[in-house]
C-alpha cells in the first residue's frame, strides 16, 4: 500500500485502538514466535496500543477462554489470533471464535483468502481465517505464518483506521453494543 493513500482523510486525527494478539500453536514459545511478533511489529507500526500478547495451545477451551477474558476487558477494542486456522483435527481457531461471535464479519475471510490467492494460489483454500464480532470487541483469526499476517493486516489495518474513507470499523465502535439491554 502507498504511503499516501487517497483513502485516508488526513483531516481527521488518527484515533489508536487497543489489541490483543493471541497465537495459537501447539509447538510455539516467544522466541519462536513470527507471526505474533509479525502482528506486534504492524499494530504498533500503525499507531495502536497493544494491551496483551499470549501463546496458547490449539485446543478450543482454551482459546475460547482467552477470548472471552479479553471481550471482557474493556481496555482491548480488537483480538487478532495466528495460528489454528486450517484443517487438520488439531486446528480449531475458526471453531473457538465462531461460538463467541455475536455476528460475522464474512467478507474479512472472503477478501484475505482473495489476497492470498494472488500469493499462493490455490493453496489459499486451506485457510479458515475468519472474523466476527462479540460484546463490542472486533475478533480476526489469521493462519499462523508471518506471510499470512502480513496478508491479513492489508485487510485489517486501514479498517482498524478511523480515518480510512468511505467507512472503517473503528467509527463503528460506539454502535457495537447497541443490542445489549435491549
Known amino acids: 500500500m502507498n504511503a499516501v493513500s ?3 482523510d488526513d483531516k481527521r486525527p488518527f484515533v489508536p485502538v487497543n489489541i490483543a494478539i ?18 506486534v511489529e504492524l499494530a504498533t507500526q500503525a499507531g495502536h496500543h497493544v494491551t496483551a500478547k499470549r501463546i496458547i495451545k490449539d485446543e478450543r477451551d482454551a482459546i475460547v477462554a482467552a477470548l472471552r477474558a479479553w471481550i471482557a476487558d474493556p481496555n482491548v477494542d480488537v483480538v487478532i489470533s495466528t495460528g489454528g486456522t486450517g484443517v487438520t483435527g488439531r486446528d480449531v481457531t475458526p471453531e473457538a471464535f465462531q461460538s463467541v461471535y455475536e455476528k460475522e464479519i464474512a467478507g474479512f475471510g472472503e477478501l484475505f483468502r482473495w489476497l492470498s490467492y494472488q500469493k499462493v494460489g490455490t493453496s489459499t483454500i486451506q485457510s479458515r481465517a475468519t472474523a466476527g464480532v462479540a460484546n463490542g470487541t472486533y475478533l480476526f483469526a489469521l493462519p499462523g505464518s508471518p506471510g499470512a499476517c502480513r496478508d491479513g493486516w492489508e485487510v485489517i489495518g486501514p479498517q482498524l483506521d478511523n480515518r480510512h474513507r468511505p467507512c472503517n470499523l473503528v467509527e463503528l465502535m460506539p454502535r457495537l453494543k447497541e443490542h445489549i439491554g435491549h
Request: net charge negative; glycine share 4%.
Open 6 to 8: 487517497p483513502t485516508i
Open 22 to 39: 493471541l497465537t495459537v500453536s501447539d509447538t510455539r514459545d516467544e522466541a519462536s514466535d513470527k507471526s505474533g511478533r509479525t502482528l
